[in-house]
């Protein structure tokens, strides 16, 4: 048996290739969080584009590159947690699709057991009981340092956000696993890594206890939990996933996958909403892409554009969407002489997903915010409401700053929002 020294390891890694889409997904993630993720790309073999493509593959050397340089932008700001959130079941290809359709939790865990060393090499994970608990250990096969607390945490995140969202609710309840204020009863997370400054701006929003400073990377299930049917238990299409044909590209397998994956979920999340008028949606104050089903933020709202549009060959819609250049185009010119006025009315929706992806929800509501500009930004009160108290004392005395200060608000409301929110939720 040959030694596995540093260099050695280096080599073996190499030899590893990751799913672009996860990259691609950090990198949008580090972006959101206001930061320039194009500085993730300097020096490597790919860039944004190469990373589109359903079927693109990243040495794990490079991912590493890539994974550390984005810890050291946005690492402070809870990005595990945030990828976590947004890595999606269907951009796992056969493992989401095997996970899914598996009869039982246990069947679920045995899938992800067999597929992460595909998704994440260095990571491999062993399952073993003690009592009435199943402990689910995540074990490093490399050195990866300076990133494996990062990626334990994101991984677990990950796969317990997973749980939560793909477990049959009723099934569950029946068996005693009922959410309790918002956490499955009886899990836990341990991570060896101290607890870290981001963990309680987060722990509210995760469907487990995560405990640090532990002997061992684990998940911690009740021995019952995995009895519990997956929410589209389907035993011959988990086989068909856990165990693909031969014959075929495995890239064209992975796509068919998430396409039959797509299609189960928007069965699974939209068919209790028709039937029964609601449905179970993680966070009631989000939005439900149907498209890609993630729960994206809430920050603007269609009404509000709508109501706006009637006075759009002014421009109003679009400065409350975040876009002030043609916002000003359209108040000098008409809307373009009403033409672009009345082809807004129908890229409302895409400029509203676009607003909630690109801006950042919290405590301070957009819509609030520019309700109280557009009437009463004169008086300040749209910066009062901000908490922005100085300055809105400024306006209320002159007049918004002789109305310049209202329209530099005008143009940056959305941003000086954005950023109020991610001070008040990072500190």
Not at 19 to 44: F, H, I, K, S, W
Not at 165 to 178: H, P, S, T, V
Not at 307 to 331: C, D, V
Not at 371 to 395: A, E, N, S
Request: one cysteine or more; glycine letters at 8%; proline letters at 5%.
């Amino acid at each position: 048996m040959s030694a596995t020294g540093p260099d050695k390891e280096r080599q073996m890694l190499g030899l590893f290739l990751v799913p672009g889409v996860y990259l691609r997904v950090l990198a949008d993630t580090v972006r959101q969080l206001g930061y320039n993720d194009r500085l993730l790309y300097e020096g490597l073999d790919f860039s944004p584009e190469d990373l589109k493509t359903n079927d693109s593959r990243v040495f794990v050397t490079d991912a590493i590159i890539m994974a550390k340089r984005a810890v050291s932008l946005a690492g402070n700001d809870g990005l595990s947690f945030m990828l976590a959130r947004e890595l999606r079941l269907t951009i796992h290809g056969t493992l989401g699709f095997a996970a899914l359709t598996s009869p039982t939790f246990a069947d679920a865990l045995d899938s992800v057991r067999r597929y992460l060393h595909l998704r994440v090499p260095f990571l491999s994970m062993s399952q073993s009981e003690a009592g009435d608990q199943v402990l689910v250990k995540l074990c490093a096969e490399f050195e990866v340092p300076g990133l494996y607390p990062f990626l334990a945490e994101t991984v677990s995140a990950t796969l317990i956000l997973l749980t939560e969202q793909l477990l049959d609710r009723e099934d569950a309840i029946k068996r005693g696993f009922a959410l309790e204020e918002g956490k499955l009863t009886g899990v836990t997370v341990r991570l060896s890594a101290p607890e870290p400054p981001w963990y309680r701006h987060f722990a509210d929003q995760l469907p487990a206890r995560f405990e640090y400073g532990q002997s061992d990377e684990m998940m911690v299930f009740p021995r019952e939990l995995l009895n519990v049917r997956m929410r589209l238990a389907d035993a011959e299409a988990s086989r068909m996933a856990r165990d693909p044909p031969t014959s075929g590209p495995a890239e064209s397998r992975d796509c068919r996958l998430n396409f039959y994956c797509s299609v189960l979920i928007c069965f699974s999340f939209l068919m209790p909403q028709c039937l029964n008028g609601q449905g179970n949606i993680h966070r009631r104050d989000r939005k439900q892409d149907p498209e890609n089903m993630t729960q994206r933020p809430d920050t603007h709202s269609k009404l509000i554009g709508y109501l706006l549009w009637i006075f759009g060959f002014l421009g109003s819609h679009r400065f409350y969407y975040g876009k002030p250049i043609t916002g000003t185009i359209w108040f000098f010119t008409l809307g373009l002489l009403f033409i672009g006025w009345i082809i807004d009315l129908f890229l409302i929706p895409a400029m509203d997903r676009e607003a909630d992806l690109r801006f950042r929800e919290g405590e301070v509501n957009y819509s609030i915010g520019w309700l109280l500009l557009t009437f009463l930004g004169v008086f300040g009160l749209h910066r009062m409401y901000m908490g922005k108290w100085i300055t809105g004392i400024i306006y209320l005395l002159t007049g918004g700053l002789f109305l310049i200060g209202v329209l530099y608000d005008f143009w940056t409301l959305n941003d000086q929002i954005s950023e109020r929110n991610r001070e008040q939720r990072f500190g």
